[in-house]
């Protein structure tokens, strides 16, 4: 009996992310009033069967891709139905989530890793159960749904920490509330200049909050086979705890914009190739994360926990599941890809370039 495999992920990963973008641009779209928007986020999935749908009325800059969604229906439609299985069910979850926050800010840790996991970690499940349909990687990888969640939190918790003061003009809340009312009566009042002690304080128990998924993070890549999917997993992963290291402790997240620089970000790209790689950057940004934790800041004695649980993880010949090396394929390819979930992933829609060119010095 012969057996074909599912065709190549890469047309279902590009579909996945448009239709996600789509749906992205109706919650963004503070135009659209809730009781049309509350019920199209419900209904989305259902609109990629219906050949004719279209939304015309958006204001959202990225509202191409509701205007011209009969074409990109039409090419989920000619996806494997694996494919388009876990693309409407992780679209019909994303869209009931957004619904919930609709109307209600982030209170508790709780929610913020409920909100993450709606608008993130989906994500991710997502995107492991593509490579595993294809067969490009185990079963596994689809069915740890616990790991697949951590790697979409621990961008999203990146992207929110990082874009304090640009959602706070925006008018946009994503800080849990249960952290920052230790600090300050309203949110807002971390940018003034006489709370920035405080405002730095709880900047660094996010962090060391991100940081808990790391091991999780690690745990996964160590898992994958494919060097395509490897580089399109990782590089966004280090990408992050880059970033994470530059916001660390520093005045400027509510003062101004924190990027990593663009040769840093150049070589982080190329650098991880392969899982040893990546624990050897993880070690490198938790170790200078480390070096700057004060002494007197409450979070320190959990940040230098979290530090050490990496550490034990990241040190050369640690317990973790062994990958196979391939040479690099369709590298270029699978930068680009994860630029673009890394693009996805930020809670106001930035530009790929944002990640591609990583910052400006």
Request: net charge negative; hydrophobic share 40%.
């Amino acid at each position: 009996m012969i057996v074909f495999s599912p065709p190549h992920p890469r047309h279902a990963v590009c579909i996945f992310y448009l239709v996600l973008r789509a749906l992205d641009t109706i919650e963004d779209d503070m135009t659209i009033s809730l009781d049309v928007k509350v019920p199209m986020l419900h209904e989305f999935h259902s609109y990629l069967y219906q050949p004719e749908w279209k939304y015309m009325e958006s204001k959202e800059k990225d509202r191409q891709v509701l205007e011209d969604f009969p074409t990109i229906s039409m090419e989920f439609r000619n996806l494997s139905k694996v494919y388009q299985d876990v693309i409407s069910d992780v679209c019909h979850k994303m869209g009931v989530g957004m619904a919930e926050f609709l109307e209600k800010k982030v209170d508790s840790q709780h929610e913020w890793d409920r909100y993450c996991h709606y608008v993130a970690g989906l994500v991710g499940i997502g995107l492991s159960r593509l490579f595993s349909a294809s067969e490009l990687e185990e079963p596994i990888v689809g069915e740890d749904t616990e790991l697949a969640n951590s790697m979409g939190l621990f961008l999203q918790k990146t992207n929110i920490i990082r874009d304090y003061l640009e959602d706070q003009l925006d008018g946009r809340e994503f800080w849990p509330r249960e952290v920052w009312s230790r600090y300050a009566k309203k949110l807002s009042d971390l940018a003034k200049p006489e709370n920035i002690d405080m405002a730095v304080q709880c900047l660094n128990e996010l962090i060391t909050n991100a940081l808990h998924h790391v091991p999780d993070v690690l745990t996964y890549l160590s898992r994958l086979k494919n060097q395509t999917v490897f580089n399109f997993c990782a590089i966004p992963q280090v990408m992050a705890i880059a970033t994470l290291a530059a916001c660390y402790n520093n005045k400027q997240v509510f003062r101004g914009v924190v990027k990593i620089r663009k040769g840093q970000a150049v070589t982080l790209m190329m650098d991880a190739t392969n899982i040893q790689a990546v624990k050897a950057i993880m070690y490198q940004y938790v170790e200078e994360i480390y070096q700057k934790i004060p002494s007197t800041d409450p979070s320190s004695n959990k940040t230098q926990q979290v530090i050490a649980s990496i550490r034990a993880m990241s040190l050369p010949g640690s317990p973790m599941a062994s990958r196979h090396h391939y040479s690099p394929i369709y590298l270029s390819c699978a930068m680009l890809l994860a630029a673009l979930s890394w693009q996805y992933l930020s809670t106001i829609s930035k530009a790929t370039e944002e990640y591609v060119q990583a910052g400006e010095n």
